[in-house]
């Protein structure tokens, strides 16, 4: 089981996702504000892309906790918890999806992440993966014409 943050979920997601990419804010900026998330879109030709922008957010006890680990290990100065801490409720600010990740481990952020991106309908033995426009029957892809898949995503909503 990996243990860590937002870059080992974004790590994982992005090996389940094809033509993935992921900007970690850790590394350039602090995205707590949607001007700076705008900004950084502008930038970026996204014509071709489906983004989706989501907030990994946690409780104050999980970030002290999760940023300590990081000032014992002389990754990070002790000074950024509290500046942490205190930007925690701009995130809710933020025209973002939100996961809270205060007590999951990073394979289940990356998953949580993965069905936000990518909303199913979920039924016992079957799921219909809305984005991919695809069918899968017992994990087992099914092939259907677009009047019977779109029938189908009818009778299913």
């Given at each position: 089981?990996?243990?860590?943050?937002?870059?080992?979920?974004?790590?994982?997601?992005?090996?389940?996702?094809?033509?993935?990419?992921?900007l970690d804010g850790d590394w350039c900026w602090v995205?707590?504000?949607?001007?700076?998330?705008?900004?950084i879109l502008s930038k970026l030709e996204t014509g071709d892309c489906l983004v989706h922008t989501i907030s990994?957010?946690?409780d104050a006890d999980s970030l002290r906790k999760r940023l300590q680990k990081d000032v014992d290990e002389g990754i990070r100065s002790a000074d950024v918890i509290q500046r942490s801490i205190a930007r925690i409720g701009l995130y809710e600010e933020?025209?973002?999806?939100?996961?809270?990740?205060?007590?999951?481990?990073?394979?289940?952020?990356?998953e949580a992440a993965y069905y936000a991106a990518n909303p199913a309908l979920?039924?016992?033995?079957?799921?219909?993966?809305?984005?991919?426009?695809?069918?899968?029957?017992?994990?087992?892809?099914?092939?259907?014409?677009?009047?019977?898949?779109?029938?189908?995503?009818?009778?299913a909503t």
């Open positions: 089981m990996t243990h860590g943050g937002k870059t080992a979920a974004c790590q994982i997601l992005k090996n389940k996702l094809p033509n993935c990419a992921f995205m707590h504000e949607q001007a700076i998330i705008d900004e990994l957010i946690c933020l025209d973002t999806g939100k996961i809270d990740v205060s007590h999951i481990t990073p394979e289940q952020e990356a979920i039924f016992p033995g079957l799921e219909i993966r809305l984005h991919q426009r695809r069918v899968l029957k017992g994990g087992a892809d099914i092939n259907l014409t677009r009047l019977k898949y779109g029938a189908l995503c009818c009778l």
